[in-house]
Protein backbone atom coordinates (compact mmCIF):
# COMPACT_ATOMS: atom_id res chain seq x y z
CA UNK A 1 0.00 0.00 0.00
CA UNK A 2 1.61 3.40 -0.82
CA UNK A 3 0.36 7.10 0.31
CA UNK A 4 -0.57 10.01 -1.77
CA UNK A 5 -1.07 13.50 -0.35
CA UNK A 6 -4.65 14.71 0.11
CA UNK A 7 -4.03 18.43 1.50
CA UNK A 8 -1.52 20.57 3.08
CA UNK A 9 -1.99 23.59 5.56
CA UNK A 10 0.39 25.86 7.54
CA UNK A 11 0.59 27.51 10.81
CA UNK A 12 2.77 31.07 11.42
CA UNK A 13 3.46 32.85 14.11
CA UNK A 14 1.83 35.98 14.26
CA UNK A 15 4.73 38.35 14.56
CA UNK A 16 6.69 39.66 11.67
CA UNK A 17 9.91 40.46 12.88
CA UNK A 18 12.64 42.09 10.22
CA UNK A 19 16.31 42.02 9.99
CA UNK A 20 16.06 46.17 10.99
CA UNK A 21 14.14 44.72 14.28
CA UNK A 22 16.66 42.74 15.28
CA UNK A 23 19.57 45.47 14.52
CA UNK A 24 18.39 47.52 17.14
CA UNK A 25 19.03 45.12 20.14
CA UNK A 26 22.03 43.09 18.56
CA UNK A 27 25.29 44.18 16.86
CA UNK A 28 24.06 42.95 13.61
CA UNK A 29 22.60 44.39 10.59
CA UNK A 30 19.87 43.43 7.47
CA UNK A 31 22.89 43.39 5.21
CA UNK A 32 25.14 40.65 7.06
CA UNK A 33 22.12 39.17 7.69
CA UNK A 34 20.81 38.87 3.76
CA UNK A 35 24.39 38.53 2.55
CA UNK A 36 25.41 35.27 4.58
CA UNK A 37 21.28 34.03 4.72
CA UNK A 38 19.08 34.77 2.84
CA UNK A 39 16.83 36.10 5.36
CA UNK A 40 15.05 39.03 5.71
CA UNK A 41 12.28 38.62 8.43
CA UNK A 42 11.21 35.87 10.53
CA UNK A 43 7.67 34.77 12.42
CA UNK A 44 7.50 34.81 16.01
CA UNK A 45 4.76 33.55 18.38
CA UNK A 46 2.42 30.54 19.22
CA UNK A 47 3.67 27.28 20.82
CA UNK A 48 4.38 23.65 18.90
CA UNK A 49 0.90 23.43 19.82
CA UNK A 50 -0.74 26.08 18.92
CA UNK A 51 1.13 26.51 15.24
CA UNK A 52 0.61 22.90 15.18
CA UNK A 53 -3.41 23.29 15.49
CA UNK A 54 -3.26 25.44 13.20
CA UNK A 55 -1.33 23.82 10.39
CA UNK A 56 -3.27 20.69 11.18
CA UNK A 57 -6.68 21.86 10.59
CA UNK A 58 -5.64 24.10 7.78
CA UNK A 59 -4.30 20.10 6.59
CA UNK A 60 -7.54 19.02 6.98
CA UNK A 61 -9.92 21.81 5.57
CA UNK A 62 -7.47 21.55 2.27
CA UNK A 63 -8.80 17.32 2.24
CA UNK A 64 -11.95 18.23 2.81
CA UNK A 65 -11.63 16.02 6.26
CA UNK A 66 -12.48 15.94 9.59
CA UNK A 67 -10.09 14.88 12.59
CA UNK A 68 -12.08 11.86 13.35
CA UNK A 69 -11.33 10.55 9.48
CA UNK A 70 -7.56 10.28 10.83
CA UNK A 71 -6.12 7.50 12.21
CA UNK A 72 -3.18 8.71 13.75
CA UNK A 73 -0.91 11.95 14.08
CA UNK A 74 2.93 12.31 13.61
CA UNK A 75 4.28 15.63 14.92
CA UNK A 76 7.87 16.35 14.36
CA UNK A 77 9.22 18.75 16.32
CA UNK A 78 12.26 19.60 18.23
CA UNK A 79 10.24 22.32 20.43
CA UNK A 80 7.69 20.26 22.13
CA UNK A 81 5.70 22.49 24.84
CA UNK A 82 7.45 20.30 27.48
CA UNK A 83 9.72 17.14 28.10
CA UNK A 84 6.61 15.23 29.34
CA UNK A 85 3.73 14.66 28.06
CA UNK A 86 4.68 15.27 23.87
CA UNK A 87 3.48 17.80 22.11
CA UNK A 88 1.10 15.45 19.62
CA UNK A 89 -1.30 14.01 21.89
CA UNK A 90 -2.22 17.79 22.35
CA UNK A 91 -2.72 18.27 19.25
CA UNK A 92 -4.47 14.97 18.32
CA UNK A 93 -6.95 15.89 20.79
CA UNK A 94 -7.52 19.50 19.63
CA UNK A 95 -8.20 18.18 16.11
CA UNK A 96 -10.41 15.15 17.22
CA UNK A 97 -8.33 12.51 16.47
CA UNK A 98 -8.79 9.63 18.45
CA UNK A 99 -5.85 7.48 17.15
CA UNK A 100 -2.18 7.28 18.22
CA UNK A 101 -0.33 10.64 18.52
CA UNK A 102 3.39 10.53 18.91
CA UNK A 103 6.56 13.05 18.91
CA UNK A 104 9.80 12.39 17.06
CA UNK A 105 12.84 14.71 16.61
CA UNK A 106 15.05 14.42 14.00
CA UNK A 107 15.92 18.39 13.67
CA UNK A 108 15.39 20.30 10.90
CA UNK A 109 15.05 16.73 8.56
CA UNK A 110 11.99 15.59 11.38
CA UNK A 111 9.72 15.99 8.67
CA UNK A 112 11.32 13.36 5.95
CA UNK A 113 11.50 10.99 8.99
CA UNK A 114 7.81 11.80 9.45
CA UNK A 115 7.11 11.27 6.28
CA UNK A 116 8.82 7.56 6.68
CA UNK A 117 7.43 6.77 9.67
CA UNK A 118 3.68 7.91 8.55
CA UNK A 119 4.23 6.05 5.22
CA UNK A 120 5.16 3.02 7.55
CA UNK A 121 2.01 3.44 9.41
CA UNK A 122 -0.05 2.84 6.02
CA UNK A 123 1.63 0.49 5.06
CA UNK A 124 0.70 -1.49 7.98
CA UNK A 125 -3.12 -0.63 7.61
CA UNK A 126 -3.33 3.11 8.45
CA UNK A 127 -6.31 4.41 6.51
CA UNK A 128 -4.80 8.45 6.78
CA UNK A 129 -2.56 9.93 8.94
CA UNK A 130 -1.82 13.54 9.81
CA UNK A 131 1.70 14.86 10.01
CA UNK A 132 2.81 17.85 10.95
CA UNK A 133 5.82 19.67 11.43
CA UNK A 134 5.57 22.40 13.94
CA UNK A 135 8.56 24.46 15.82
CA UNK A 136 8.64 27.13 18.62
CA UNK A 137 12.47 28.27 18.34
CA UNK A 138 12.54 31.38 19.58
CA UNK A 139 12.12 29.98 22.90
CA UNK A 140 15.02 28.09 22.60
CA UNK A 141 17.10 31.34 20.95
CA UNK A 142 19.33 33.26 23.06
CA UNK A 143 18.00 36.48 21.75
CA UNK A 144 21.79 38.33 22.67
CA UNK A 145 23.75 35.74 20.62
CA UNK A 146 23.64 37.47 16.81
CA UNK A 147 25.24 34.34 15.45
CA UNK A 148 21.88 32.45 16.14
CA UNK A 149 19.31 34.76 17.04
CA UNK A 150 19.15 35.75 13.62
CA UNK A 151 18.47 32.38 12.11
CA UNK A 152 15.66 30.72 13.64
CA UNK A 153 11.80 31.66 13.35
CA UNK A 154 8.49 29.74 14.80
CA UNK A 155 5.84 27.93 12.36
CA UNK A 156 4.41 24.68 11.33
CA UNK A 157 3.42 23.07 8.36
CA UNK A 158 1.15 19.94 7.81
CA UNK A 159 -0.01 17.56 5.28
CA UNK A 160 -2.63 14.50 5.43
CA UNK A 161 -1.39 11.33 3.78
CA UNK A 162 -3.63 8.84 2.30
CA UNK A 163 -3.72 5.37 1.49
CA UNK A 164 -3.38 4.64 -2.38
CA UNK A 165 -2.63 1.50 -4.71
CA UNK A 166 0.05 3.76 -6.10
CA UNK A 167 3.09 5.69 -3.94
CA UNK A 168 3.34 8.87 -4.57
CA UNK A 169 7.15 8.12 -2.28
CA UNK A 170 9.40 6.77 -4.89
CA UNK A 171 12.11 6.48 -2.95
CA UNK A 172 13.18 7.87 0.81
CA UNK A 173 16.86 7.87 1.79
CA UNK A 174 17.50 8.36 5.58
CA UNK A 175 20.89 8.78 7.63
CA UNK A 176 22.48 9.69 11.01
CA UNK A 177 25.44 10.51 12.33
CA UNK A 178 25.68 11.14 16.32
CA UNK A 179 29.62 11.50 16.18
CA UNK A 180 28.59 14.95 14.79
CA UNK A 181 25.86 15.34 17.60
CA UNK A 182 27.73 18.31 19.44
CA UNK A 183 27.91 20.46 16.21
CA UNK A 184 24.35 21.94 16.69
CA UNK A 185 22.74 21.21 20.23
CA UNK A 186 20.39 22.60 23.47
CA UNK A 187 20.47 21.14 26.72
CA UNK A 188 17.37 20.73 28.61
CA UNK A 189 16.48 24.57 29.43
CA UNK A 190 19.62 25.85 27.69
CA UNK A 191 19.83 27.59 24.58
CA UNK A 192 20.86 26.17 20.74
CA UNK A 193 24.14 26.21 20.23
CA UNK A 194 26.37 25.78 16.72
CA UNK A 195 29.23 25.67 15.21
CA UNK A 196 27.56 27.67 11.98
CA UNK A 197 30.80 27.23 9.73
CA UNK A 198 31.42 23.37 10.23
CA UNK A 199 27.32 22.93 9.74
CA UNK A 200 27.53 24.29 6.70
CA UNK A 201 30.42 22.75 5.19
CA UNK A 202 29.32 19.35 6.28
CA UNK A 203 25.09 20.17 5.43
CA UNK A 204 26.36 20.82 1.61
CA UNK A 205 28.17 17.44 1.44
CA UNK A 206 25.09 15.21 3.10
CA UNK A 207 22.25 16.40 1.15
CA UNK A 208 24.09 16.39 -1.97
CA UNK A 209 24.70 12.27 -1.11
CA UNK A 210 21.51 12.07 0.52
CA UNK A 211 19.77 13.51 -2.92
CA UNK A 212 21.92 11.87 -5.21
CA UNK A 213 20.66 7.93 -3.61
CA UNK A 214 17.23 8.87 -3.65
CA UNK A 215 17.25 9.97 -7.13
CA UNK A 216 19.49 6.83 -8.08
CA UNK A 217 16.83 4.93 -5.71
CA UNK A 218 14.02 6.49 -7.41
CA UNK A 219 15.08 5.79 -11.26
CA UNK A 220 15.77 9.21 -12.04
CA UNK A 221 18.02 11.97 -13.11
CA UNK A 222 18.11 15.47 -11.90
CA UNK A 223 16.76 16.22 -15.25
CA UNK A 224 13.42 14.54 -14.54
CA UNK A 225 12.87 16.65 -11.27
CA UNK A 226 10.75 19.88 -11.74
CA UNK A 227 11.31 21.18 -8.06
CA UNK A 228 13.63 21.35 -5.30
CA UNK A 229 11.77 21.18 -1.59
CA UNK A 230 15.02 21.19 0.51
CA UNK A 231 15.18 22.27 4.61
CA UNK A 232 15.21 25.68 4.57
CA UNK A 233 18.21 26.96 6.65
CA UNK A 234 20.54 29.11 4.58
CA UNK A 235 20.32 30.17 0.87
CA UNK A 236 23.87 30.00 0.13
CA UNK A 237 23.35 26.28 1.38
CA UNK A 238 20.51 26.11 -1.44
CA UNK A 239 22.60 27.55 -4.01
CA UNK A 240 25.88 25.49 -3.44
CA UNK A 241 23.33 22.23 -3.13
CA UNK A 242 22.16 22.73 -6.60
CA UNK A 243 25.36 24.30 -7.97
CA UNK A 244 27.03 20.58 -6.94
CA UNK A 245 23.45 18.57 -8.68
CA UNK A 246 23.53 20.21 -11.38
CA UNK A 247 20.50 22.01 -11.38
CA UNK A 248 19.22 25.58 -12.35
CA UNK A 249 18.69 27.66 -9.41
CA UNK A 250 15.15 28.43 -10.14
CA UNK A 251 13.80 24.78 -10.15
CA UNK A 252 14.61 25.67 -5.29
CA UNK A 253 11.74 26.55 -3.66
CA UNK A 254 13.29 29.53 -1.21
CA UNK A 255 10.86 30.47 1.49
CA UNK A 256 13.37 31.40 4.12
CA UNK A 257 13.56 35.13 2.70
CA UNK A 258 10.21 35.37 4.90
CA UNK A 259 10.69 32.48 7.38
CA UNK A 260 13.98 32.07 8.59
CA UNK A 261 15.25 28.53 9.46
CA UNK A 262 11.75 26.78 11.20
CA UNK A 263 13.93 23.60 10.96
CA UNK A 264 10.32 20.97 10.79
CA UNK A 265 8.28 23.39 9.14
CA UNK A 266 10.60 24.56 7.11
CA UNK A 267 10.04 21.87 4.61
CA UNK A 268 5.84 22.13 4.08
CA UNK A 269 6.21 25.55 4.11
CA UNK A 270 7.68 25.74 1.26
CA UNK A 271 5.37 23.36 -0.49
CA UNK A 272 2.84 25.76 1.02
CA UNK A 273 4.55 28.34 -1.09
CA UNK A 274 5.02 26.32 -4.24
CA UNK A 275 1.83 25.23 -4.57
CA UNK A 276 0.33 28.90 -4.21
CA UNK A 277 2.17 29.57 -6.73
CA UNK A 278 1.25 26.77 -9.24
CA UNK A 279 4.85 25.55 -9.19
CA UNK A 280 3.35 21.91 -8.17
CA UNK A 281 1.19 20.15 -10.35
CA UNK A 282 -0.15 16.35 -10.12
CA UNK A 283 2.53 13.96 -11.59
CA UNK A 284 5.32 16.33 -11.58
CA UNK A 285 9.04 14.37 -10.09
CA UNK A 286 9.92 16.43 -6.82
CA UNK A 287 12.81 16.34 -4.88
CA UNK A 288 12.58 17.02 -0.70
CA UNK A 289 15.68 17.52 0.88
CA UNK A 290 16.59 17.71 4.55
CA UNK A 291 19.50 18.31 6.89
CA UNK A 292 19.81 19.05 10.81
CA UNK A 293 20.99 17.99 14.11
CA UNK A 294 22.02 14.69 15.50
CA UNK A 295 23.20 15.37 12.43
CA UNK A 296 20.12 13.51 10.69
CA UNK A 297 19.44 13.76 6.99
CA UNK A 298 16.76 12.71 4.56
CA UNK A 299 15.63 12.93 1.01
CA UNK A 300 12.83 11.53 -0.73
CA UNK A 301 11.62 11.69 -4.90
CA UNK A 302 8.07 12.45 -4.83
CA UNK A 303 5.59 11.91 -7.61
CA UNK A 304 3.54 15.03 -6.42
CA UNK A 305 -0.17 14.07 -6.09
N1 LIG B 1 25.78 39.87 12.38
C1 LIG B 1 27.00 40.36 12.15
N2 LIG B 1 28.11 39.60 12.26
C2 LIG B 1 27.97 38.31 12.63
C3 LIG B 1 26.70 37.76 12.90
C4 LIG B 1 25.58 38.59 12.75
N3 LIG B 1 24.30 38.17 12.97
N4 LIG B 1 26.86 36.45 13.24
C5 LIG B 1 28.18 36.21 13.18
N5 LIG B 1 28.85 37.33 12.82
C6 LIG B 1 30.29 37.50 12.65
C7 LIG B 1 31.11 36.49 13.41
O1 LIG B 1 31.32 36.93 14.74
C8 LIG B 1 32.38 36.48 12.61
O2 LIG B 1 33.17 37.59 12.99
P1 LIG B 1 34.77 37.47 13.08
O3 LIG B 1 35.21 37.12 11.67
O4 LIG B 1 35.16 38.83 13.53
O5 LIG B 1 35.02 36.37 14.06
C9 LIG B 1 31.93 36.71 11.17
O6 LIG B 1 30.60 37.26 11.27
C10 LIG B 1 31.86 35.43 10.34
O7 LIG B 1 31.19 34.42 11.11
P2 LIG B 1 30.94 32.99 10.52
O8 LIG B 1 30.25 32.16 11.56
O9 LIG B 1 32.19 32.44 9.93
O10 LIG B 1 29.92 33.36 9.35
P3 LIG B 1 29.37 32.43 8.21
O11 LIG B 1 29.59 33.05 6.92
O12 LIG B 1 29.76 30.99 8.39
O13 LIG B 1 27.78 32.52 8.46
C11 LIG B 1 26.02 31.21 9.43
C12 LIG B 1 27.25 32.07 9.69
C13 LIG B 1 24.97 32.04 8.78
C14 LIG B 1 25.50 30.66 10.77
C15 LIG B 1 26.38 30.03 8.50
O14 LIG B 1 27.56 29.40 8.95
C16 LIG B 1 25.30 29.00 8.40
O15 LIG B 1 24.22 29.24 7.89
N6 LIG B 1 25.57 27.75 8.84
C17 LIG B 1 24.64 26.67 8.75
C18 LIG B 1 23.58 26.77 9.78
C19 LIG B 1 22.56 25.68 9.55
O16 LIG B 1 22.38 25.20 8.45
N7 LIG B 1 21.88 25.22 10.57
C20 LIG B 1 20.92 24.20 10.28
C21 LIG B 1 20.63 23.38 11.34
S1 LIG B 1 19.74 24.19 12.63
C22 LIG B 1 18.89 22.96 13.46
O17 LIG B 1 19.00 21.80 13.21
C23 LIG B 1 17.95 23.39 14.56
Known amino acids: MGVRFAGWGVGLGERVVTNDDLSQTLDTSDEWISERTGIRS????GSASSLGIVAGR????DAGLRGDDIDHLVLSTTTGDRVIPGTAPIIASELGIRGGAVDLNAACSGFMYGLAVARGLIATGAGRVLLVGAENLSRWTDWEDRSTAVLFGDGAGAVVLEAD??????????????????????????????????VFRRAVRIVVESAERALHDAHVTMDDVSL???????????????????????KVEVCLDSYGNTSSASIPLAVDQARRAGRLQKGDTVLMTGFGAGMTWASAVVTWS
Do not use: C, K
Open 42 to 45: RRIG
Open 58 to 61: NALN
Open 165 to 198: STDAVRSLNLGADGSLADLIYADHGGFIHMDGRE
Open 228 to 250: VLAHQANQRILVAVAERLGVDFS
